[in-house]
């Protein structure tokens, strides 16, 4: 069974800019959570999407945005690239019962120049 | 409020030793889940062992286990015979039932010497 894929690998934007990052969970999950890891920061959950609905947000500011499809694949969005949201965004699936694992892709290491 | 903490930003072990990192958490919820990823240089996260809240053994896999002690709230990850593919960094993880994220703890570096 594939594992979570996640698109583009890297990632280079200005400042202002906006950027787009995709996400395929594992084959019949249908929840599928965001996190921003930094250094400073470390992993931070941004939100999590069921169904084509957000089900959960963590406390990140109205330039993150996020959706699902109906084939369970999520994007997230970030518009008016700041410095600071230069990280690795993360991308996890897992089944609808919980507690339960989640299975994270490789991640979408974005730059803000 | 904090929910996972992880009080060894770095250890060292020798190669083919155990090691234990340790792991402590709160919650209210009855119902949870705890977990352990591994996080090499690549970035991508990988997932290690899960305990339910009210599994009643320890959980084991393979040359992982997790040393579930509910009343003081730790969940400590014991790597047995360590190998240097494990130098990497680690993360305890909750997930309880009545919330929908994922909460990690500031993770561990862990460096195996040769």
């Known amino acids: 069974k594939a594992g979570v894929t996640q698109t583009p690998r890297y990632l280079i934007k200005t400042r202002g800019q906006q950027v787009t990052l995709s996400c395929s969970p594992i084959s019949g999950h249908r929840s599928v959570s965001w996190y921003q890891q930094t250094p400073g920061q470390g992993l931070q959950f941004l939100f999590e999407y069921f169904s084509e609905t957000q089900r959960n947000k963590g406390n990140f500011p109205g330039r993150f945005s996020g959706r699902q499809f109906s084939n369970s694949r999520s994007e997230m969005n970030v518009s008016t690239l700041e410095l600071g949201d230069s990280a690795l965004y993360l991308c996890?699936?897992?089944?609808?019962?919980?507690?339960?694992?989640?299975?994270f892709g490789p991640g979408t290491r974005l730059t803000v120049l | 409020a904090q929910k996972i903490t992880q009080t060894q930003p770095g250890m060292f072990v020798q190669e083919k030793e155990a090691v234990t990192l340790d792991c402590t958490y709160d919650t209210s919820d009855p119902s949870y889940g705890l977990f352990w990823y591994k996080q090499p240089s690549s970035g991508e996260m990988i997932f290690l062992i899960y305990?339910?809240?009210?599994?009643?053994q320890n959980a084991t896999e393979g040359r992982y286990s997790l040393n579930f002690q509910k009343a003081r709230k730790s969940a400590n990850l014991v790597i047995s015979a360590s190998q240097l593919g494990d130098s990497a960094m680690y993360f305890c993880a909750m997930r309880e039932n009545n919330n929908n994220d994922m909460r990690f703890g500031a993770g561990t570096r862990l460096t195996v010497k040769p």
């Open positions: 996890a699936s897992s089944w609808e019962v919980r507690p339960a694992g989640q299975f």
């Open positions: 305990q339910g809240s009210y599994d009643q």
